[in-house]
C-alpha cells in the first residue's frame, strides 16, 4: 500500500506543476481531430491530455484505437507515478541506451512492475494483451483485491485471474458483456481510460457480482473464445479464434490418466491418439477431407478451423490400445467408456442421433474434458452439450 499513499500525495503536486507549465502548449489546439466532443470518452481524453499524460501525434490525431506497446505502457506511468527501484537494474538485449524508451523502461523494471522475457529481451515494441495489461496495473497501483467475482474467461485457474480481480472490485474495468477477453489487445483509447480511473479511483467503490455472459455467435476475426457456465465452446456457431493455441490441456491429460488406470482395473487399456491441434493443422486436415469425400459429406465428421475442440486442447480422440478409431464404433469398449468417463470430467461430445444438435455424426471415441462436476451434471441430463447449456 506504500504507492499508494505515495501516489496520493506526489500525484496532485505533478498535475499542479504539468498544468502551470504546459497550459499554454493546449490553449490553441485543446483536441485532438479525431476524437470529437460527441465521442463517449470525449472529456476523459481531452483531460487526460491537459494534465500532459497522453500526446497526440504531429498531425494532431490521438489515434484512440491504434494499439499500445510495452514502451510506450513503461513511458505512461513514470509520468504519473513516483517509482522507487526494489531491485538491481537490468540490461536487456533489445534496448540499447540510445532507446528513447530507455530510462522508463529501466524505472519500470527495477520497480518490479515490468520485465523481460526469459532470452534477456525487454520487446518494447511488443503489444500488450489485456491480462497482461492487467497485471502491469495491479503491480503499478499496489491494488487490494476487495472482491472475488470473476468473469467466465479468466477463471480462478487462470494465471491472470488476481490482476483482473483486482482492477475489477476497484471499478477499473467492467468487461464487456460479462467477459473480460485477457486475449485482446489493449488500444491507446483503453489505457488512457484505465489510467484515468486509477488516477481518480473511489475508495468508497464496492463491485457487484458479474453478469453470466449471454452466448452470442463470435465474428470470425473476434479476439477471445467463448464461455457459457464457464464451459469452453468450439463448434460450428462458436468458433475459436485463429491464434488461440493453448496446447493440451494439462488437467485433461492427468484426468484422462487416471481414468485410464480405472479402465485397466476394469480389462480395457485405453490410448488418446488425438488431442490438441493448432488452427493450421486442422485447416490442412479438413482440407484433405473434403478433397477425398466433398465439402458436404466431410463436415459431418470433421471440423473447419477454428471450429474444432481439438484446438482447445480439452478433446481427446480415444480408442484401445492397437486398434483403430472406426474399429471402436461399436464394441463394449466405448459402451463402458461413455458410461464411465464423466466420473473424471469427460463425456462424449457427439452422441449417437444427435447430428442435427451438435453438428457431427456419432463419434464415441471423441472426449471433451468439462471437470469432474460439469461432466457428471451433462451425463445425468442425457442431453448434448448444446442442449445442456441452451445454446445453438
Not at 127 to 154: G, M, N, P, S
Not at 233 to 246: D, E, F, H, R, V
Request: charged residues 20%.
Amino acid at each position: 500500500m506504500i504507492i499508494k499513499r505515495i501516489f496520493a500525495v506526489y500525484f496532485p503536486l505533478v498535475l499542479v506543476c504539468v498544468f502551470f507549465f504546459q497550459q499554454h502548449v493546449y490553449a490553441e489546439n485543446s483536441s485532438f481531430k479525431d476524437v470529437l466532443p460527441s465521442h463517449p470518452n470525449f472529456d476523459i481524453i481531452h483531460e487526460m491530455q491537459e494534465l500532459g499524460v497522453i500526446n497526440g501525434y504531429g498531425d494532431g490525431t490521438f489515434r484512440p484505437q491504434l494499439s499500445i506497446s510495452r514502451q510506450h505502457v513503461a513511458l505512461l506511468l513514470t509520468r504519473i507515478l513516483p517509482l522507487e527501484p526494489i531491485r538491481g537494474q537490468k540490461y536487456f538485449n533489445d534496448l540499447p541506451e540510445t532507446n528513447v524508451y530507455y530510462d522508463a523502461i529501466q524505472q519500470v523494471q527495477q520497480a518490479g512492475i515490468m520485465d523481460g522475457d526469459k532470452n534477456g529481451n525487454f520487446n518494447p515494441t511488443a503489444l500488450l494483451t489485456r491480462v497482461q495489461l492487467a497485471k502491469v496495473l495491479h503491480l503499478a497501483f499496489d491494488l487490494e483485491i476487495k472482491a472475488t467475482y470473476d468473469f467466465q474467461d479468466v477463471p480462478e485457474s487462470h494465471w491472470g485471474n488476481s490482476h483482473v480481480r483486482a482492477l475489477y472490485s476497484n471499478g477499473i474495468t467492467t468487461g464487456d458483456g460479462g467477459l473480460f477477453m485477457p486475449q485482446g489487445t489493449v488500444t491507446r483509447l483503453h489505457y488512457a481510460v484505465f489510467l484515468h480511473r486509477l488516477m481518480n479511483i473511489d475508495e468508497r467503490f464496492v463491485a457487484l457480482p458479474i453478469e453470466k455472459p449471454k452466448p452470442t455467435k463470435p465474428k470470425p476475426d473476434a479476439l477471445s473464445p467463448i464461455y457459457v457456465e464457464g464451459i469452453l465452446i468450439a463448434s460450428k456457431n462458436y468458433p475459436l479464434p485463429a491464434n488461440y493455441s493453448p496446447g493440451e490441456n494439462a488437467e485433461a491429460r492427468k484426468a484422462f490418466t487416471e481414468f485410464n488406470k480405472h479402465a485397466n482395473k476394469n480389462g480395457y487399456n485405453f490410448t488418446a491418439f488425438s488431442t490438441y491441434r493448432s488452427y493450421s493443422y486442422q485447416e490442412k486436415l479438413f482440407e484433405d477431407y473434403v478433397k477425398k469425400d466433398g465439402l458436404v459429406e466431410a463436415a459431418r465428421y470433421s471440423a473447419r478451423a477454428g471450429e474444432s475442440e481439438h484446438q482447445s486442447g480439452l478433446a481427446f480422440d480415444v480408442g484401445l490400445v492397437g486398434q483403430s478409431s472406426k474399429w471402436f464404433l461399436e464394441t463394449k469398449a466405448s459402451e463402458w467408456m461413455g458410461k464411465n468417463a464423466h466420473h473424471y470430467g469427460f463425456i462424449v461430445r457427439y452422441p449417437k442421433e444427435k447430428e442435427k444438435i451438435t453438428g457431427y455424426i456419432y463419434e464415441p471415441w471423441h472426449l471433451r474434458y468439462l471437470g469432474v462436476d460439469h461432466a457428471e451434471k451433462v451425463y445425468a441430463s442425457g442431453k448434448t452439450l448444446e442442449e445442456y447449456l441452451g445454446i445453438e
